[in-house]
């Protein structure tokens, strides 16, 4: 008995689609391994100090606070509004405060690593989708 008409060819697919899903995975993985490493740099933790409120609703609201940066007291516009005169938060400031400072809050959901994210989250659907077509080419040759 012969090989079988086809067989031959499922191991390059296979090791075609191998490396590919190494290639992307790792495409989509470095990004966002090295900006959360930038970001911890960037950022520290701090409590800042409610000074002056202001509403929600108006164009660039934000309250101004006041927190403690290289041991040194400074105001800044807070990434937030309609907080308490004198309410303490936890906030996140720059390691480096060099120009314009703008506190945000240390619960803060977007980041840099958001946009990273979806970007993983598309390459990983490419990924499948591809794994997908190969598998569906080799059920095609039986």
């Known amino acids: 008995m012969g090989r079988q008409r086809g067989s031959a060819s499922v191991a390059p697919i296979l090791l075609v ?3 590919l899903g190494v290639v992307l995975v790792g495409a989509a993985v470095w990004p966002l391994v090295a900006a959360a490493d930038r970001e911890r740099a960037e950022l520290r933790p701090a409590t800042a100090t409610v ?5 929600c609703g108006t164009r660039g ?5 006041e927190v403690e940066i290289a041991g040194e007291l400074r105001r800044a516009p807070f990434d937030g509004c309609g907080h308490s005169r004198g309410q303490q938060l936890p906030v996140l ?4 405060p060099a120009g314009q400072l703008v506190v945000r809050p240390a ?7 958001d946009d990273l994210a979806e970007r993983a989250n598309w390459i990983l659907l490419t990924l499948a989708g591809v794994a997908g077509g190969g ?8």
């Not at 000074?51 to 509403?55: F, H, I, L, N, T």
């Not at 400031?93 to 480096?96: E, G, I, N, R």
């Not at 598998?135 to 039986?142: I, P, Q, S």
């Open 135 to 142: 598998y569906a080419l080799m059920l095609g040759r039986r």
């Open 107 to 113: 619960t803060a959901n977007y980041s840099q690593l």
């Open 93 to 96: 400031v720059p390691a480096d």
């Open 61 to 65: 609201a934000g309250d101004l606070v």
């Open 17 to 19: 689609l191998s490396l």
């Open 51 to 55: 000074v002056e409120s202001r509403p």
